[in-house]
């Protein structure tokens, strides 16, 4: 949500720049046209009075008449067609073919005219020359000669005609030569000049590349410094994971030791039992040996103790056939008491073994849950932090869009300030240029026709006509 939040709030300060920008550029331009139109219509000037030095200064750009709302009807449409120059068209048409080359070589499918449409822009831009150039700002080759400067004389409408022609065939005076020595000093100043600016715009570019590609190594490094946190991270709560199993692992060892220690105490007092029950039925055997050897003994010692040991004989048998049925039943009573003790141990340790098998499920899930957690807690951090960088990031981008674009506006307003007060300057000029021009043209009239006066008062007077006859 924060994330689209920043994205709407940076596109709508991006739409409102754009739109200040645009509004402030048609009203610029409005402004120009409405001035442009004002001085088409109201010449200060004759065209007889301006020279071939003034011609620069009198280029005034004309108002368009197809760009107002009335563009949008078929009288719009014919203001187009009329401010179109077609002594100007060739040239139009030539500035225009290395764009649409360029364009046509983005959509074009055929290789070969591809080819050729890139060869005609790059010898249109002259490629071979910038090449160089680039080339040699970074030593890989040599630098190009330097064109030589050539002044061309800006030749006037053909309106102008008359008035160029009498110009020209005037010999040319010092101030003459001075402008046309300030004008290429002034031109060669603006070469210079821009010839500078490209340089910075170059240097800057390539500051700006520099910067991108540090930024870049920063930026992979941080990513990678981040991969390997992450992956410090995963084998940190690998490790964590694997030692809680082997605690598990050995809690269920010791479980299943105590398990065995209680089997083996179970089957050792069985054996006990067991021995115990033996040395009873061996006394028991002595015993019935030393009865038997006693029965005989009385029997030889005498016959008349026959019926006493017999009777003796038959009570020790019915108390043997009570000791042997007790002994019977006491050996089934341990017998069951074991089983029971037995399957009590074996369903005591298979529910402790259950038991501890579920906690150390439960266990584990509980973990793999506060692993899972945390890593979903790290990951919207970083989602966060990520977006909040970004959205730092765009918005220094947007101010500083903006603030390239306001100085630009006003680098741009204030050259043409400047144009219009040289402009200005260069009318005020020739309108007083003009006005002395024509005060020097009325005292040469004056002149002339106080000497057509002088002459005709000194010509002697005709005679006078004969009489009529």
Same mark, same amino acid.
Request: a neutral charge; aromatic letters at 2%.
């Given at each position: ?48 009075? +301006? ?74 831009? +002259? ?84 910067? *991108? ?34 605690? +598990? ?47 005989? *003994? ?92 970004? *959205? ?31 402009? *200005? ?45």
């Amino acid at each position: 949500t924060s994330r689209v939040t920043l994205r709407c709030t940076a596109l709508k300060l991006l739409h409102s720049i754009t739109m200040d920008g645009i509004e402030r550029k048609k009203q610029e331009s409005k402004l120009r046209r409405e001035a442009s139109r004002k001085s088409a219509l109201e010449p200060t000037s004759s065209p007889a009075a +301006d020279g071939a030095d003034d011609a620069p200064a009198k280029r005034i750009r004309k108002s368009r008449k197809g760009s107002g709302p009335e563009s949008r009807t078929f009288g719009g449409l014919s203001g187009v067609l009329e401010d179109i120059n077609v002594a100007a068209l060739p040239a139009q048409l030539w500035a225009a073919s290395g764009p649409s080359a360029a364009l046509l070589v983005l959509v074009m499918q055929n290789l070969l005219l591809r080819l050729l449409l890139f060869a005609f822009v790059c010898w249109r831009y +002259d490629g071979v020359t910038k090449a160089q150039w680039f080339g040699s700002k970074y030593g890989l080759c040599a630098a190009p000669p330097e064109p030589e400067v050539v002044v061309v004389e800006v030749v006037a409408s053909e309106a102008d005609g008359s008035a160029l022609t009498t110009a020209a065939a005037a010999e040319p005076t010092a101030e003459d030569a001075a402008a046309v020595a300030a004008e290429a000093a002034e031109k060669a100043v603006k070469r210079r000049e821009v010839k500078a600016r490209a340089e910075q715009a170059a240097r800057a570019k390539a500051e700006a590349k520099a910067i *991108a590609e540090v930024e870049a190594k920063a930026k992979a490094g941080v990513e990678a410094q981040r991969k390997a946190e992450e992956k410090a991270a995963e084998r940190a709560q690998i490790e964590a994971l694997a030692k809680v199993a082997a605690e +598990d692992d050995a809690k269920e060892r010791a479980i299943s030791e105590a398990a065995e220690a209680k089997v083996q105490a179970v089957i050792q007092a069985k054996v006990a039992a067991r021995a115990a029950l033996e040395a009873e039925a061996k006394a028991k055997a002595d015993a019935e040996a030393a009865v038997k050897a006693a029965e005989a *003994a009385v029997v030889r010692e005498a016959a008349l103790a026959a019926a006493e040991a017999k009777a003796e004989a038959k009570a020790i048998a019915r108390a043997e056939a009570e000791a042997k049925a007790e002994a019977e039943a006491e050996a089934k009573a341990v017998a069951k008491a074991k089983a029971v003790e037995k399957a009590r141990l074996v369903a005591e340790a298979e529910a402790e073994a259950k038991a501890a098998a579920e906690a150390k499920a439960a266990e584990e899930k509980r973990l793999f849950a506060i692993a899972l957690a945390e890593r979903e807690a790290k990951a919207k951090i970083e989602r966060e932090e990520k977006a909040r960088v970004k *959205a730092e990031a765009e918005a220094a981008r947007l101010v500083a869009m903006a603030e390239a674009k306001a100085q630009a506006i006003a680098d741009a307003k204030a050259a043409e300030e400047a144009r219009l007060v040289a402009v *200005a300057k260069a009318e005020a000029e020739a309108e007083a240029r003009a006005a002395e021009e024509a005060r020097l043209a009325a005292e040469a009239a004056k002149a002339e026709e106080v000497k057509a006066e002088a002459v005709k008062a000194e010509k002697p007077a005709p005679p006078p006509p004969p009489p009529p006859p």
